[in-house]
């Protein structure tokens, strides 16, 4: 048996294996979408992101602007600035339209009925005038948040706001005629609410009969205190059923009873702690179930994080998952420093994962300059699963981060992917040996149990039923310092000729480890990367540790990246 040559990526990774969230791209409320050649076969084979705000070009366009910056990535680790309308924008605004400013939260979607690229966005609307449908006045700087919606060829743009002169008798199935002047969702108007009803955060889902509903939060404005979340189907991609408005979350409540035409909600009993704020929310659909994703306490609090609720129903009632249970979602534990404000998101699916693409503070532990100016946020994303939850009987939506430690690329661009969970294992562990090929590290209090537990020496056999070509091991720690190793001592490849080589002495990553203070950073793992190597079994020893005082260790995960079949 001879020993090899490996790379334990600490200082520098290969980005064809792994991805890092960087803190390299500013970053707010951003949408996300997996495009594949499907869907365009000239853009298609990227994942695509839309971030906050307006971008002025006054020397090349006079006073135009475009809205929403848009990045490209094959492989969530280099992202190129992609959007078609002026000055990397991918929405184009008129001078004469009626949204010019708060251009907030983008989501696109792909409509398979005509091919084409839907953005839904909220924007702030200019003052009212005579033949304006919107009210916005100026003693209210909030009366003006309109949701509204622009269409493209393309999903990097340039998205120009809807217009129904090509529609049958130029208007949309409610009778009304859409343009640039006009934002294309008024509730106002369509309900006689009688006065400004702000609205933000607006997110289109594809429910499983193939209908299309929206989902968005009800900013705060002169009348109306808070941030809920609200819901609405559509009568087709364009227009709203207004019929059907049921307000889904109250924040700080664990349940509302909403009513389809109506404004409020019977509030639960139950009240947790959430402060004023439900916003960004998502909606996912998973066996039968509907899971809506939203964050909590405003952006620039530390636990700005994404949580779930679950409904039998697109339109709820929508029961919120307990701390205790499986909240949050994808969010920060009580000892977290280095990654925090994991909040309004969207998830990305592609090859049969799903890529959670949120925005995180800039500075993870003081989100906030002397004096009070907020420092900024930056982008972020890690893959979410669906575990079986014994206490509700059903699935939660569970999220692998957040992180800011080595993670593997996305499989629907990867040349390497996960072998371990279709691998057979054997080893010496006391209990929880499952869970070391489950795809999943533990992060949350609430899930800190599902590790392997070993006595003083873990002894991991790890073989295939036929040979892959191997070219990364990792090994995730435990979320616990108390249990937590600083290297593997040794890993042994059999090769498809029967002969073994091996690595040894694979240190951790002290990174993602606090020594002083004794936390870990989850998610972190000892990392092997060697020459391609063809192999039908692995052998995996560790009995290294950050903590003395007891002999057990615990392994939260293990990953194999081999070659794809």
């Known amino acids: 048996m001879k020993t090899i040559n490996f790379d334990n990526c600490i200082g520098s990774y290969d980005k064809s294996l792994f991805y890092k969230n960087d803190y390299s791209i500013n970053c707010a409320d951003p949408g996300a979408l997996w495009v594949s050649k499907e869907m365009n076969e000239e853009w298609g084979g990227y994942f695509y992101i839309y971030l906050t705000g307006e971008i002025h070009n006054k020397e090349e366009v006079g006073d135009k602007i475009s809205a929403y910056k848009c990045y490209r990535s094959k492989d969530l680790s280099t992202w190129e600035v992609i959007g078609q309308a002026q000055n990397s924008g991918c929405l184009k605004v008129e001078d004469d339209a009626w949204a010019y400013r708060f251009f907030w939260a983008p989501e696109v979607t792909y409509n398979p009925a005509d091919k084409k690229f839907y953005i839904f966005y909220s924007a702030g609307s200019k003052l009212a005038g005579e033949n304006t449908e919107y009210t916005a006045n100026a003693e209210d700087q909030w009366s003006g948040l309109y949701l509204s919606i622009a269409v493209s060829d393309t999903p990097a743009g340039p998205f120009v706001m809807v217009d129904s002169k090509d529609m049958e008798g130029g208007v949309n199935l409610n009778g009304d005629v859409l ?77 509302v009873i909403g009513k389809a035409g109506e404004l409020d909600a019977e509030k639960g009993e139950e009240e947790i702690r959430e402060g004023g704020v439900n916003e960004g929310p998502f909606m996912t659909h998973h066996n039968g179930k509907y899971y809506l994703t939203y964050s909590p306490f405003g952006y620039g609090s530390r636990e700005y994080s994404i949580m779930q609720a679950v409904s039998d129903s697109p339109l709820g009632p929508f029961n919120k998952v307990a701390r205790e249970v499986g909240n949050p979602s994808l969010g920060i534990n009580s000892t977290n420093d280095y990654i925090a404000g994991t909040g309004h998101h969207n998830f990305a699916y592609a090859d049969g994962e799903i890529i959670a693409v949120y925005h995180a503070h800039k500075d993870p532990v003081e989100p906030y300059v002397p004096g009070g100016g907020f420092k900024g946020r930056v982008l972020a994303v890690d893959k979410m699963h669906f575990v079986y939850n014994e206490e509700l009987g059903y699935d939660i939506l569970m999220g692998n981060g957040p992180t800011t430690s080595l993670q593997p690329v996305a499989r629907v ?62 090994v995730y720690n435990s979320a616990d310092y108390k249990y937590a190793f600083d290297k593997v001592d040794k890993i042994v490849y059999t090769l498809a ?43 995996i020893t560790v009995s290294s540790k950050y903590d003395n005082d007891n002999e057990t260790i615990k392994i939260s995960d293990i990953a194999v990246l081999a070659k794809r079949d």
Not at 203 to 210: H, I, L, M, T
Not at 214 to 231: E, L, M, N
Not at 446 to 453: L, N
């Open 497 to 539: 000729d029967g002969e073994q080589v091996y690595v040894e002495n694979v240190l951790c990553d002290e990174a993602n480890v606090c020594r002083e203070k004794q936390f870990m950073r989850q998610g972190g793992s000892a990392i092997a990367v060697t020459d391609e190597l063809e192999v039908t079994k692995i052998e």
């Open 413 to 474: 661009t990867a040349t390497y992917l996960n072998k371990a969970m279709n691998a057979k294992i054997v080893s010496n562990a006391v209990s929880g040996e499952k869970y070391l090929n489950d795809d999943l590290f533990t992060t949350q209090p609430f899930d800190w149990h599902k590790e392997a537990e070993f006595d003083k020496t873990a002894q991991i056999e790890i073989s295939f039923d036929k040979a892959e070509k191997v070219k990364g091991v990792m």
């Open 179 to 255: 343009s640039r002047f006009n934002p294309t969702i008024n509730f106002e108007k369509k309900l006689n609410i009688g006065h400004t009803w702000s609205a933000i955060d607006v997110s289109p889902f594809w429910a499983p009969d193939g209908s299309l509903y929206i989902y968005f939060a009800k900013h705060c404005d002169k009348y109306h205190k808070g941030i809920c979340v609200y819901g609405m189907k559509m009568k087709d991609i364009v227009t709203p059923d207004y019929s059907t408005l049921t307000k889904l979350t109250h924040a700080s409540v664990k349940q």
